[in-house]
């Protein structure tokens, strides 16, 4: 009978060995250990057994059955902790996404900046009246801007804004003084198109008006502005410019953002790009709008967005961006 | 605007100081901009004035000849080909191992004969563009002597940008640019010799018919001008400053205008009667000196001569005026006309020339006498002879006078932040010609008139003039001390933001820009006329939209050519009964068979565009927008009654405009109404502790029945016990509908006990049943 134990535990261990399923195993385990088991019916015909053979065999079964349940759970927590899966973890995956055109991921990246200086940003109507877009910015009868060529007129006697300028004198308008604004916005310029001339574009305005500013704040504000959009420190320079709402008018240049000043072929070894116009904010324009030119000044800044996507996403044919052409479109991520 | 150094130095004393190469990057700063330096006739050497003392003809040829030259020292054979050569004449030779426009010349055998240098033409010495002949030089000129000694022709040529000079029409001549050259760099700036011209004589008949468009007009006649040969100095100078040399006469009319600014011109004396300044009657033709004939308009101002036109005014002269090789005798004008006018004139004729140009900045009328004083002194140099034949006759009808403007002391400090003294003030404006007198708290600014007739007129046009010659570099930069906060407009920049990255980010959508205006072929092609409002002066592409879906069908073409699907959106302006809105546009394209998917995909998109992000609950209600969309499946989008948008599908024509067998559906809101729609606060609810019942029904219904009318059969089935019901699932047979539904059954107060379930399942089916469907099990 002890052989037949021992034989019993042998087959059994041997068995287990083979199996690497979790239901196998727990088969396998009912097959030994189970009501029905044969280890079971020796352990019930134990009560049959002579005093003697009871005390050699009881602790030898009891003992096979500790083991053997051991034995069986060693395996089922060997099982249960290899498990795997069987597929190609190196597969590509492809993620959709859309895009936003680079406008307005640049005029976002510098309204947030104007923000954080404390720029509320605002917007006004494209088709815009003739007295916010000339009149009311200083920009007398015969300026040359107010011609057909360059403007858009409408069947309605109003026309397309030519600049984002008019977003000044509303502002002014509805807010009065101190105001600090920024302006994003779309215009239109009666233009033959080509690689570098659209008809219809974008800009991007400024103003800040109160009690002594100065064009030391103009500074300020447009190194800032310029450093932080570029993200690296920016050197800005004013030189004499002219436009009919500012006096003094300034065109401002910033260091060369290739050679950072050293001189190079992109900015034809000046050291200096062109990036915008400015100035203190002409009397006149203030006066149009219900501010006391005595009392406030301001300066006020505008340049073109799509220019600066050009140049930050290396955007070499400006039609790109109105053509709605998704091939090339798309390869602006959400930031 | 090319500015020739050489001409500045004459107007500025001790001239010689001043380092011309390297003033121009604070001319940019301090003036206008600066856009190149040329250095010229640094490409010239071994040059020296040579005489012919020997002339043959080649032997085998009919345009050489065989010459011998002598610079006073050594002769020299040279083969030349310049018709023009003779024994005594004297010119330039480049000798053996010299240079002319930078290349090497070289004793070589040209022709079967030995040329031991080179006779030059202008061209070739860079100093004009003629090429018919050999340059000759006076023939009393040194011989042997280095040509650039003798002729300015080592120059330093500066290109300064027209645009930048907009504003200031006194720098318009080299006078002008001298006269900030010596503000920047603290020199004297010289007097111009003018001629003296007595008023012992006739007066000119001149009349001005419009003094608003012309403030000034002077006139001189001269005659006995016997040379017509420009000196060489002043055909290099005209030729650096790119202008062509004709004669003397022309010449110097062109020298003036780029000494003084002051555009002018020489009619032919012979042909003068009487000047009349007057606007020209419209649609007359007037053929100009470009022999171009052109149509006039009643509002070009002309000037007339015995009643026939002379010339269009500030622009260009007639053909019968032209200088002819026989005019001895000249009528001069110098005259001033208004800048609008003249730019006018200009854009219609589609004729810029350099007068215009100068007109259109409004020139200072001060400067008409001045201009013809220097040209009469001019022209005296060259005909000693000369006799003034006529008073200058000046009409001038309104003289302009110094203006004077009050620049408060602290005006200037609250601009600039810096402390300027009284003396700094008085040096930085005296050096550009205005007079100041020092106030105790202002100064009292007298501005010359060739600076106020548009530029300088109130006090911050003062300040620029100090601040830019104490240099902007120098102002130190100055945070902004005001604390503002944002004003309401603010959040409608964020919202645009907010949609657009949504669409993006959630629906794989991509953002446009597009045009405001329809495109022509898209209207012609979709059979659509539409009625709005146009830009002026176009034919095509000139309707502004009023529907931004419509508009951006071009897009949705294009783009399915490469793409298979295509989802776009823009969120723009459209022009609706006359007023701008703003609009977003969603348009989803796909293959005709997956409409169900896209009209799917662009619903959800609109409810979570709604109940997402505002948390507003829509309903839909049957409405087509437009005539070209489709009646059965377009939707306005409402929000309590008020409607926010479309969903829209477009009709046949415009569908297969973008492609054949294709799908296409488009959303529109609007974006005004949007963005002022708040967004709805939503409390807090306590998650019930009871457990949830769900139960699915699959309702059997017939295939013409929509689930919009089985709602209606749901809607009145009332037990208080449902919390929700919902489709999951629909099945779709040959005649028959599937929908399967599930209720969920719940209470805030206690488990549902098995009879009230079995309640509600008896009562639900009573009420199916009644309503003539079936419950499928």
Known sequence: MKEKVLKLKEEALQELQKLNKEADVLNCKAKYLGKKSKLNELLSSLKNLSVEEKKEMGPLLNQTKKELEEAFSKKLEEINSQISYDFDETLPVYVQTGSLHPITLVAKEMTDILKRMGFTVVSGPEMEEEYYNFEALNIPKDHPARDMQDTYYLSNGKLLRTHTSPNQVRAMQKYGAPLKVCAPGRVFRNEDMDANHENTFFQLEGMVIDKDISISNLIYVMRSLLSETFKKDVKVRLRPGFFPFTEPSFELDCSCLICGGKGCPTCKNSGWLEFCGCGMIHPNVLKESGIDPEEYTGFAFGFGITRLAMMKYKIGDIRVLNSGDIRALDEFEIE | ?777
């Open chain 2, 1 to 777: 605007m090319l500015i020739s150094c050489n001409r500045l130095k004459k107007y500025i004393t001790d001239a010689e100081d001043i380092d011309f190469l390297h003033l121009w990057d604070d001319f940019t700063l301090r003036v206008a901009e600066v856009e190149g330096v040329t250095v010229k006739g640094d490409d010239l050497d071994g040059v020296v004035t040579a005489k012919i003392i020997e002339c043959e003809k080649h032997p085998e040829s009919d345009k050489l000849s065989l010459l011998k030259v002598t610079d006073g020292e050594k002769e020299y054979n040279i083969v030349c080909g310049a018709p023009n050569v003779r024994v005594g004449f004297v010119g330039v030779l480049v000798k053996d191992g010299g240079m002319v426009s930078g290349i090497k010349i070289k004793t070589r055998k040209l022709a079967g004969y030995p040329s031991e240098g080179m006779m030059c033409a202008v061209d070739e010495l860079g100093i004009g563009s003629d090429h018919d002949g050999i340059l000759e030089l006076p023939s009393d000129t040194p011989l042997g002597v280095d040509f650039k000694s003798l002729y300015p022709v080592e120059d330093i040529i500066v290109e300064i940008d027209n645009k930048s000079l907009t504003n200031r029409p006194d720098l318009w001549g080299h006078y002008g640019i001298a006269r900030e050259v010596c503000a920047i760099t603290n020199h004297e700036l010289l007097p111009i010799s003018l001629l003296d011209i007595p008023d012992d004589k006739k007066d000119l008949d001149i009349e001005i018919a419009n003094p608003e468009l012309c403030k000034r007009y002077c006139g001189l006649e001269i005659k006995n001008l016997v040379n017509n040969k420009t000196p060489l100095e002043m055909q290099i100078f005209l030729h650096y400053t790119g202008m062509r040399s004709l004669n003397l006469l022309v010449d110097v009319t062109n020298f003036l205008m780029l000494e003084l600014g002051q555009p002018m011109h020489a009619f032919d004396e012979r042909v003068v009667k009487n000047i009349r300044v007057q606007l020209a009657n419209d649609k007359d033709t007037f053929t100009t000196l470009d022999g171009v004939e052109r149509t006039l308009s009643k509002d070009t101002l002309m000037i007339t001569n015995g009643d026939k036109y002379f010339g269009i005014a500030g622009i260009m002269g007639g053909l019968d005026s032209e200088i002819l090789p026989d005019t001895t005798s000249v009528f001069i004008e110098s005259a001033c006309f208004d800048a609008g006018s003249i730019r006018k004139s200009a854009v219609r004729l589609g004729l810029r020339t350099e007068a215009s140009a100068r007109y259109e900045k409004s020139l200072d009328p001060n400067m008409c006498d001045v201009a013809i004083k220097r040209l009469a002194y001019l022209l005296k140099q060259e005909n000693p002879e000369m006799e003034i034949t006529s008073n200058l006759t000046d009409i001038y009808p309104e003289p302009l006078l110094p203006k004077t403007v009050v620049l408060k002391k602290n005006k200037l400090k609250k601009y600039t932040m810096i402390h300027f003294t009284d003396e700094e003030v008085v040096n930085s404006l005296t050096s550009l010609g205005f007079k100041v007198e020092v106030l105790d708290d202002a100064y009292s600014v007298i501005v010359p008139t060739y600076r106020a007739t548009k530029d300088i007129s109130m006090d911050a046009d003062i300040i620029e003039e100090i601040v830019r010659l104490y240099g902007y570099e120098n102002i130190k930069e100055v945070p902004l001390k005001l604390e503002l906060t944002g004003k309401e407009e603010d959040t409608v920049w964020n919202k645009e933001y907010d949609v657009k990255k949504f669409l993006a980010s959630r629906y794989s959508l991509n953002e446009v820009h597009s045009y405001l205006w329809f495109d022509s072929d898209l209207l012609k092609e979709c059979h659509l006329e539409k009625q709005n409002v146009s830009l002026l002066g176009k034919n095509e592409n000139n309707i502004l939209r009023d529907d931004l879906s419509l508009s951006l069908l071009p897009m949705v073409k294009n783009n399915l050519k490469n793409f298979d699907k295509v989802g776009i959106f823009e969120i723009a302006t459209v022009i609706i009964n006359n007023e701008n809105k703003r609009r977003l546009s969603i348009l989803l394209a796909d293959e005709e068979k997956n409409m169900k998917d896209i009209y799917m995909n662009a619903k959800e998109i609109v409810v979570s565009l709604f109940q997402t992000l505002k948390h507003q609950k829509i309903e839909w209600q049957k409405e087509v927008p437009d005539g070209y969309y489709d009646e059965n499946l377009s939707y306005a989008i409402l929000i309590k009654k008020k409607t926010m948008g479309y969903l829209k599908v477009f009709n046949g024509v415009c569908t297969r405009y973008i492609g054949k067998k294709k799908a296409l559906v488009a959303i529109e809101i609007d974006f005004d109404e949007y963005v002022s729609l708040p967004v709805l606060e939503t409390l807090y609810q306590e998650v019930s502790k009871y457990p949830t019942v769900t139960l699915d029904y699959t309702i059997l219904t017939s295939k013409n029945m929509k689930y919009e009318d089985l709602l209606k059969i749901l809607k009145p089935f009332y037990n208080k016990f449902v919390k929700e019901y919902k489709l999951v699932g629909t099945y779709e047979e040959e005649k028959k509908m599937k929908y399967t539904m599930r209720y969920i059954l719940g209470s805030e107060e206690k488990t549902l006990e098995s009879k009230e379930i079995d309640k509600f399942k008896e009562k639900f089916m009573e009420h199916i049943t009644k309503n003539g469907l079936e419950i499928l099990f």
